[in-house]
């Protein structure tokens, strides 16, 4: 028989045990209210309590209903993708309910005297980016360029070069602005390697933002896309130091103790060497690139405030290339190219500006900019490089490069190339900019005056020869007693000096109207215009362009967009000159009329938001220049005009894929064609009707004229897939992975001193993977390792080009005296291994 004390020690024990799940077990319930900026319900607001896995979102209302556990502190975590995260700590006792109000508040961005908020960006073509992923990003040429062009509707086909195309544009169709003042790159870099360091330091970088199209009128005249940098203004004192095998960074900020004056330094040092070595031209590279930023502000008083930004670039790039070995062809017949060089490149970039800006705040909805700034660039570009080349047929193209004998001997030769160019140029611009809020209106103003001078020295030359035979060779008449004599011709000669002065002046203004439909849905409409005179060709432009935005009541989440304009690129100096060096006297501008309708969807998926995008697009192209591009190196018919059009549509699917961390994944089909005005050719056949192929023409009894119409633009890239993605260990946050993956189909290209309709070849697919592994030892989060002075510090190991692809960027054209040509492909870099330690203090 049991004892009486023995049940009451067992019902103590039980109920001791039973104490922590019945405190666990007492609930409250928490009820909330989110909206957004104007009082209107927020739908799908993320809402969590952060340690645990009780979440919901919010109705169609903006409410939510969550029970919690009573009795304990509660960190209560507000957050939706465009506005800035919301947290509250709370303790509710048991069977309490709690009803709170929150209100969204729009993550900013800084521009001149106000803030852009992400709600707003929606109605606009303009997206915005985190600049701590540009830290992060693994990237060759690193900065904010190589985030850019993971986004939908860019492309690249270098990783050596911070350039990008966009919507079947070129290169010199973007514009870069950094606080307000309009950036110039190097004019004669012709390939990746040559580049250097961009204008961009992303150390200082506060805010990105980014228009693929349809921008607005106040800014500047360029055909495809706008790229808007907002540096930091500090408040206290902090410094970062970056240290790779691509270079290092020293970055440092601060202010005075009254506050009005602050500092934004940045060094730079980048050198590709180590990244060169992996390139088939083997030989001494000594890249060297270096560059000074800095910008200061005074606040003079509460309504005027100075601020200076200065730029100082150094770049010097030289090579003494030695040898090379590329194979190349096809399964059935697999080629190889050797080549031993004699003599040296060298080039140098000495680039500087400098803006000064003063702002005028005479109220709160008004803001005054008066800017002045300088830039000066002086190139030169001087080579002498003899290459003697030899193709044979190696065993087995199924042997990895480099492997395999040679068997058979299909040609040797010789080519010489030489250059003395030099390039000077200066820019003066002087601009006011004003903006002025007016109940719900936006109104912005602004008028600019340039002057542009330019100083070009243009001497370069190649000369082939094939087995002893100077191409082009005369064709030879055995047994004539008069054996031809000709000169010796050149393959390849431009010589010319050219000076000029132009004036250039601008104005713009806009508008911005709210509509508040009887369904309570909204319409917000940007209209405005541009005026535009450039003293070269006296050519006076108008561009009006406008944004209309529909954001129905019933779906808050879904956003309509609608743009369209006229967009006007007056030619600087490059896009004047022929291949030979001489000027078109006639040249006119060119322009691209746009057509953009698009919209944003916010939703949630396993409890995480995500914003998914759609554009499509026509762009209708006239006045066109023709060029072809050679690496990084554009070439224009300035002496021809085209038109033209590119049409596509744009994905992007953008959100936590893992949560608390963005990633997106874009998709762009786009498709871009051109008509050279006035351009033909004829086909010959002889007296069977056979159509004769080149070289045999004088054997031809008739002729036919042929137009060859519409053919790619050398930009037609139809597939363009990318992903940038950011993962972490579980529990261990200070362990991060982030991949950009690139993907976009073939190029077209021809042989060179060949005519725009010849130039529809197409390269191999440029596929790129690059990965970066990041550990934080001094995470918050993490009870290791702290430190008074280092605010936080980041090694990366990053593996560039994941997957050894070969990707072509260009083609070196060898031909033998029958005229056969040879396309030899210019491969990329390799995988390379990087390590990388960064340091805030």
Known sequence: MQRPGSFFFVLFLLLFMAFPVILLSQKAVLKGIVTEGKGQPAELVNVQLVG?????????????????????????????????????????TPDE??????????????LPGFEVRDEQLRTENIVRLNPRDVMIAPSVAGGVEGLIKTL???????????QYSVRGGNYDENLVYVNGIEIYRPFLVNSGQQEGLSFINPALVSGILFSAGGFGV???????????????????????????????????????????????????????????????????????????????????????????LTYLSLNRYKVVPSDRQTD????????????????QEVDKYNTYQSGLTFNFHPNKSTQLQFIASAFQTNESETYDVQGQYWIGQTENREQKKGQGEAVQTLGVGTYLQHARNYFNARVFTISHKGTLLYNDNMIRWGAQYQFQQVDDILHEWELNDSAGYSLPNPVDNPGSPNPS??????????HAHNTLNIHRVSAYASDQWHFNLKNKSRLLLTAGVRLYWWSYANEFLMSPRMILSYKPFSNPNLVFRFASGVYYQPPFYRAMRNMDGSLNPHIKSQRSIHFILGSDYRFQAWNRPFIFTTEAYYKKLDNLIPYEVDNLRIRYYANLTAKGYAAGIDFKLYGEFVKGIDSWITLSLMKTMQDVLGDFYYDYYNA??????????????????????YIPRPTDRRVNFTIFFQDYIPHHKEFKVHLRLLFGTGLPFGPPQSQPYQQTLRMPPYRRVDIGFSWNPLDKNVNRISHKTIKSMWISLEVFNLFQTYNTVSYTWIKDIYNHSFAIPNYLTTRRVNLKITFKF
């Open 688 to 709: 069977a009707g056979e159509k004769l192929p080149p070289g045999k023409t004088g054997m031809a009894t008739d002729s036919v004229k042929v137009e060859p119409g």
């Open 152 to 162: 939908p509707g860019v492309s690249s086909n270098n990783e050596l070069s911070s």
């Open 97 to 110: 309910t709690l009803t709170l109000h929150f209100r969204l508040r729009g993550m900013t961005t800084s």
């Open 485 to 494: 004599r000709g000169d010796l011709n050149l393959y390849y000669y431009a």
């Open 218 to 308: 106040q800014y500047g005249d360029k055909m495809s896309s706008v790229l808007d940098i907002r540096y930091r203004h500090p408040t206290q004192f902090g410094a970062g130091v970056s240290l790779s095998f691509l270079g290092a960074g020293l970055n440092v900020e601060g202010t005075d103790k009254s506050k009005r004056f602050t500092y934004l330094l940045g060094v730079r040092y980048k050198t590709n060497r180590y990244l060169l070595g992996s390139l088939e031209t083997k030989g001494n590279y000594q890249p060297d690139f270096t560059d000074f930023q800095g910008l200061f502000t005074y606040k003079i008083n509460k309504k005027w405030d100075v601020s200076l």
């Open 328 to 343: 190349f062809g096809t399964v059935q017949q697999s080629l190889r190219f050797t080549v031993y060089f004699d003599g």
């Open 52 to 92: 645990t896995k009780l979440g919901t979102t919010t109705d169609r209302k903006g409410f939510f209903s969550l029970q919690v556990p009573a009795n304990r502190d509660l960190h209560l975590a507000i957050s939706y993708i465009g506005y800035g995260r919301q947290d509250t700590v709370l303790r509710l």
